[in-house]
């Protein structure tokens, strides 16, 4: 069964500071992947989605994606307060995008 | 504009009672309809998902069936709870091909 790790469990970083989240898939079928954030006691938004090899930038927040180590990356800077929140990574593959597995999870704290 | 409302917004019941949560979704004809449980603090996992009307695949069952009695709405339900079963229910809708999710406000639930 595919499995979607995330790294780290936990990160603390300051206001102002980067944050780098990591995640890797074990099923090398996956074609997709996204970055959700949720807020606490609120449901999952989707923040980013990158489908190619490469690099895409909106705002304070750029994805990275390597399709042959299945490692994709979000890269948060001038961390605010308000990004507080945990991030889960998300992949699917083209032959059934039905089946969509979240990873573990990464909770950032920004302190301000 | 797509709109998805899940209900009730929170349950406290008793282990061994019956459970039915709810999902109705406006604006999106035909949409591929989910449904995930998520642990206190932890991650994603997938339920269920239907393409069509009267057709549910089970993707974990967790002692939970899910039922599609019309094209806007998935119900999730068990005749007897278990305190496993306790967490925040997630319904969703697929925007694009590639499968990206987007969450109704979820229920959660206590069982104690």
């Known amino acids: 069964q595919q499995k979607v790790q995330q790294s780290p469990e936990s990160l603390i970083v300051p206001e102002g500071g980067m944050a780098s989240l990591n995640c890797t898939s074990s099923?090398?079928?996956?074609?997709y992947f996204w970055w959700y954030r949720q807020h606490s006691g609120k449901s999952p938004k989707m923040l980013m989605?990158?489908?190619?090899?490469g690099e895409k930038e909106e705002g304070r927040f750029t994805v990275h994606l390597n399709k042959a180590s299945l490692h994709t990356s979000l890269h948060i800077r001038d961390s605010q307060p308000s990004d507080s929140a945990l991030y889960l990574c998300?992949?699917?593959?083209?032959?059934?995008?039905?089946?969509?597995?979240f990873g573990t999870g990464t909770r950032l704290q920004v302190l301000p | 504009a797509q709109t998805i409302h899940q209900w009730p917004v929170a349950e406290i019941k008793a282990v061994g009672s019956p459970l039915s949560l709810g999902c109705t979704i406006k604006g999106k004809s035909s949409p591929n309809l989910y449904w995930y449980w998520q642990a206190t603090g932890g991650t994603l996992q997938q339920l269920f998902y239907s393409i069509t009307v009267g057709q549910v695949e089970s993707v974990v069952q967790l002692n939970l069936s899910a039922s599609r009695p019309k094209d806007d709405q998935f119900i999730l339900s068990t005749e007897k709870l278990l305190l496993s079963h306790s967490g925040f229910y997630l319904c969703?809708?697929?925007?694009?091909?590639?499968?990206?999710?987007?969450f109704g406000e979820g229920s959660k639930l206590t069982v104690l």
């Open positions: 998300a992949a699917s593959g083209s032959s059934n995008t039905n089946k969509v597995v």
């Open positions: 989605s990158i489908f190619s090899n």
């Open positions: 969703a809708w697929t925007g694009a091909n590639t499968g990206q999710l987007y």
């Open positions: 099923d090398r079928n996956v074609d």
